[in-house]
């Protein structure tokens, strides 16, 4: 499931000869896309095979919609929700100044999910911070009518947050993080956000965009003006949440051509029958 963005090349090229030996000491690499492979030929590598993406092969845990209709009861089955999963640092005071901008217009509750626990308190006290009425997920209980922030402080729990959005907006897609998976909120069949930076997910992005599944904005502010469209066109959403279940079953078999990638490449190593190098 090899990745490399053409920001990693340019730093493996800073030490091109390790590159190039490091990289033909490998009996071969199985690569996410055709550019990822292109790029790591160019560094060294001696063979690479294009065998997809194995996130799209994601297996939904049978009670993911149970959890996420447990967790929108509590959140209010009656106003719009808006999920911003797994965000970075520096996203979440832009995504809660656009959302104070917004004022009486955004009637939604905006759910923060901060990539790393340890940021948990600092997001709770900046969303208070700035006048917002904000509860916790640890809190359980349903969410009083007045809150219009969550902060979502727990772990092991994102595909529940999705499963409970009217919109999914990308954590990590605001700021030069490379964005967060868009797969996982895609495979729930719900409309994605996702700003500027998306090299991390550069080909499923723009495939996502592409399907009509995703909508690429320029910062936090246009992230929720596109959420408040959304949510107003339920027609629209309905037909993105389709063709989000449709672009992620388009693109998944990418475990199997790995697994019998990996069956032939130590099949011709056991054998002695390459020269590549030291191992897998």
Request: proline share 3%.
């Amino acid at each position: 499931n090899a990745r490399m963005s053409a920001r990693s090349a340019r730093r493996y090229t800073r030490f091109p000869a390790f590159t190039r030996w490091a990289l033909a000491n490998l009996s071969g690499i199985a690569a996410q896309t055709a550019a990822d492979a292109q790029r790591l030929r160019e560094l060294g590598a001696r063979t690479v095979e294009v065998t997809g993406n194995v996130k799209f092969d994601l297996a939904l845990p049978g009670d993911i919609l149970r959890r996420g209709a447990q967790f929108r009861a509590r959140f209010g089955a009656s106003r719009a929700v808006w999920v911003a999963g797994s965000t970075r640092e520096g996203e979440e005071s832009g995504l809660l100044a656009a959302f104070a901008a917004m004022g009486a217009d955004a009637a939604a509750l905006l759910v923060i999910v901060p990539r790393h626990p340890q940021r948990f308190d600092e997001v709770v006290a900046e969303a208070r911070g700035r006048g917002f009425a904000t509860a916790r997920r640890s809190e359980e209980g349903d969410v009083p009518a007045d809150v219009r922030v969550v902060v979502g402080d727990s772990m092991g729990e994102m595909l529940a947050y999705y499963a409970a959005a009217d919109v999914a907006i990308m954590g990590g897609s605001l700021l030069a993080y490379g964005s967060q998976n868009l797969i996982e909120p895609c495979a729930l069949g719900k409309p994605v956000i996702v700003g500027p930076h998306t090299y991390n997910f550069e080909e499923a992005a723009e495939g996502a965009i592409h399907a009509g599944a995703a909508l690429r904005v320029r910062d936090a502010r246009a992230a929720l003006a596109a959420a408040a469209e959304l949510s107003r066109d339920s027609a629209r959403r309905e037909r993105m949440g389709e063709s989000a279940r449709a672009f992620v079953a388009a693109h998944r078999g990418a475990v199997d051509r790995l697994m019998a990638w990996l069956d032939a490449t130590v099949a011709v190593k056991a054998s002695g029958g390459s020269d590549a190098g030291q191992g897998l």
